[in-house]
């Protein structure tokens, strides 16, 4: 099982990302699959998740109305887009299964700032 997320960088505040997670031997459509982001110094915490159905989602209070999560199964791909980012949001970005957890990939860094 492998995650490779990408689409990372320096954004000034205000501005939108938009993070992909390929997957490789694990199928993302099975599972309820979760972007999660660590801060420095901070532990790392959920900030959106999917059921596999994609019936429910749930979003962290401090990302609410501003990240969207969505999955391309054809792709093997799930996706967040960010908007209206915050200094607060810089973070290095992870997706993987809600629980439990499969091998992190190396995430993709997130930077906002002026």
């Known amino acids: 099982v492998q995650f490779m997320e990408s689409g990372g960088g320096l954004v000034q505040p205000g501005g939108s990302l938009r993070l992909s997670c390929a997957a490789s031997g694990f199928t993302v459509s099975s599972y309820a699959m979760s972007w999660y982001r660590q801060a420095p110094g901070k532990e790392r915490e959920s900030v959106a998740r999917?059921?596999?159905?994609?019936?429910?989602?749930y979003y962290a209070d401090s990302v609410k109305g501003r990240f969207t999560i969505s999955r391309d199964n054809a792709k093997n791909t799930m996706y967040l887009q960010m908007n209206s980012l915050k200094p607060e949001d810089t973070a290095v970005y992870f997706c993987?299964?809600?629980?439990?957890?499969?091998?992190w990939g190396q995430g993709t860094q997130v930077t906002v700032s002026s």
């Open positions: 999917m059921s596999s159905l994609r019936t429910i989602t």
């Open positions: 993987n299964r809600a629980t439990p957890v499969l091998p």
